[in-house]
């Protein structure tokens, strides 16, 4: 009997032991795909980006990247993090736009990355302010907020020269007023829903302002 209970003893601890060993290694061997699919997806294709940028994005942005229509944004020298998520909310319907729905609807998840960083190493063009008493009114709002309203200084967000912090808030410099006027606006009325803290910030902004504030990031550098 004594030998027997030896026996089980001795099988049991090396079932044990080799099971041990099966729940060691695996994580060792699916490391090694994650690793590889991480390499592959920090390393966007620029080449097949241009290419794609100029069949799907050049007639509304321009083939450089710098729309001249001043309903569509310029998207050189944008954080490419920032315009990837925004591709990916088109797609997806978060950020509800039927034009950019459909130009989206055919790209995969590479194209995406692919256009947004063959983007963002496009060289921005400056932009221009056109009013200058809305000018000084949207630098007051920008530089120091609201207080009696609560509503922060931009520049807290978007940086002092608007150029942005990168992956979480895009960059504001030269892009056209009359789509940032746009895109606050449609914060403030509830048809632009893929930024909460954008919609509560705008909900404090009357037209004028919003209009000031667009004035004034268009022409800063």
């Known amino acids: 009997m004594k030998l027997l ?3 089980i003893v001795s099988t049991s601890l090396i079932t044990s032991l080799a099971t041990s060993v099966v729940f060691a290694n695996e994580p060792a061997e699916t490391a090694a795909p994650a690793a590889s699919a991480a390499a592959k ?7 097949a980006g241009a290419a794609k940028f100029a069949a799907t994005c050049a007639a509304c942005h321009n083939a450089d990247g710098n729309s001249a229509i001043p309903a569509n944004p310029k998207l050189a020298g944008q954080h490419p993090e920032y315009l990837l998520e925004q591709l990916r909310e088109f797609k997806s319907g978060k950020r509800a736009n039927p034009v950019m729905g459909g130009m989206v609807a055919g790209l995969t998840d590479d194209d995406m990355r692919n256009i947004a ?3 963002a190493a496009q060289k921005p063009k400056a932009g221009f302010a ?9 630098e007051k709002i920008y530089k120091g907020g609201i207080a009696d309203r609560q509503v922060p200084a931009c520049a807290g967000c978007h940086s002092p020269t608007g150029a942005g912090i990168p992956s979480k808030y895009p960059r504001l410099s030269g892009q056209h ?5 746009t895109q606050l606006t449609g914060f403030r009325d509830g048809t632009r829903k893929n930024n909460a803290s954008m919609s509560q910030v705008t909900a404090k902004l009357n037209d004028k302002e919003i209009k000031a504030l667009a004035d004034y990031v268009a ?3």
């Open 177 to 181: 007023a009359d789509y940032v006027a």
């Open 130 to 138: 056109k009013n200058a008493e809305l000018v000084k009114m949207g």
């Open 219 to 221: 022409g800063l550098r």
């Open 117 to 119: 960083y063959w983007a």
């Open 41 to 47: 997806v920090a390393k966007p294709d620029l080449n």
């Open 5 to 7: 209970a030896t026996l």
